[in-house]
């Protein structure tokens, strides 16, 4: 019989890290799990690592990409090889929390779900963790569900990570991991979208590595830019598939603040490059013109402030308050990190 899980991990220079994810993983998966690792080219020892526990241990696979094409591509390679009913995406970067095995395919043999949402938390480098943001989305009345009932669970976060997918509708749906960052915005909206059953875990299942060094997602470049071309295929999207107005009113609030997230000050300067912050901020404001819903209303407090600051391509006075806003985030964080 196949597998009930294929956990697929793309792997390109996180050497150090590596080990313990594969640890993680193999600790605790049972004889009949399919893991499938691909070595995306990677410039370190990653390769070697990955064919030496393969070679003492029959669940792991390796494939071997002979030129570096991205995380989308690898994912897309690995789901080439897949044999399992349900594949989770993981990092090679992040840990899988313990009994994580376990809850989830008890759930998937239970609710058959086409989609199922896992808890996360983020883990810093210091080895503290905190909670993750929307986590009470988690906790719908009804086993599955449609984003149509429950369209707010859309603010959850858009990585391929915190989803185990059933591979045959994942297959179904034609659109692979594109290239480049933010490769799962488009593909997670589209399987929300169109999965008629999605289900959620809410218990800790995942360890998403904050701030590492090295990684797109600490790394200040243009390419963040690639965003607005996500969005646009998400926008595409519900276009052709028109789901009812608080569907789109929710995806419009949740690719808003996504911009705001990417652009926002941070202690390391923010993700986009400070000669392009003045061109990030016009296209945010273009996209809330073109693409807010009608009767949309903004939501309240602070982020209410931004989205009003959005459209109406304040920026400057963005840039004064956006570092009072971080620094409220960054204490809130902070009293709910746990040991």
Not at 18 to 23: I, T
Not at 107 to 121: A, C, F, K, S, T
Not at 136 to 155: D, G, K, M, N, Y
Not at 197 to 202: E, K, S
């Amino acid at each position: 019989m196949p597998p009930v899980i294929s956990v697929i991990i793309p792997v390109y220079a996180v050497e150090a890290y590596l080990g313990g994810c594969l640890d993680s993983i193999l600790g605790q998966a049972p004889a009949s799990a399919e893991v499938i690792a691909v070595d995306d080219a990677s410039p370190d020892g990653c390769g070697a690592l990955l064919d030496a526990r393969a070679a003492g241990d029959p669940r792991l696979r390796v494939v071997h990409l002979a030129e570096n094409a991205g995380p989308g591509h690898a994912r897309n390679a690995g789901l080439d090889h897949a044999t399992g009913e349900y594949v989770w995406f993981v990092d090679a970067d992040d840990l899988v929390a313990d009994g994580a095995f376990a809850a989830i395919t008890a759930r998937l043999e239970r609710d058959r779900p086409d989609l199922l949402l896992i808890d996360y938390v983020d883990l810093f480098p210091d080895g503290r963790t905190a909670p993750s943001a929307g986590r009470a989305l988690l906790s719908p009345r009804q086993p599955t569900f449609t984003l149509a009932e429950h369209p707010q669970v859309i603010h959850r976060t858009m990585t391929s990570w915190s989803k185990v997918i059933r591979r045959d509708f994942l297959d179904g749906l034609k659109l692979p991991f594109p290239a480049g960052i933010h490769e799962d915005v488009a593909l997670t909206c589209a399987m929300l979208l169109g999965a008629e059953r999605i289900g959620a875990l809410p218990r800790v299942c995942y360890q998403y590595r904050r701030d590492r060094p090295g990684s797109f997602m600490t790394t200040p470049s243009r390419g963040q830019l690639s965003i607005f071309d996500s969005y646009e295929k998400v926008f595409g999207l519900l276009d052709e598939r028109e789901p009812p107005p608080p569907v789109r009113a929710a995806v419009f609030e949740r690719a808003i603040w996504h911009y705001t997230t990417v652009l926002q000050a941070g202690r390391r300067g923010g993700l986009v490059p400070r000669q392009q912050r003045r061109e990030f901020f016009a296209r945010m404001h273009a996209d809330f013109i073109r693409f807010r819903p009608p009767g949309y209303r903004h939501p309240p407090g602070p982020r209410g402030i931004k989205f009003r600051l959005v459209e109406r391509n304040a920026y400057w006075t963005y840039t004064v308050l956006e570092p009072i806003n971080e620094l409220r985030v960054l204490l809130t964080r902070a009293s709910t990190r746990t040991p």
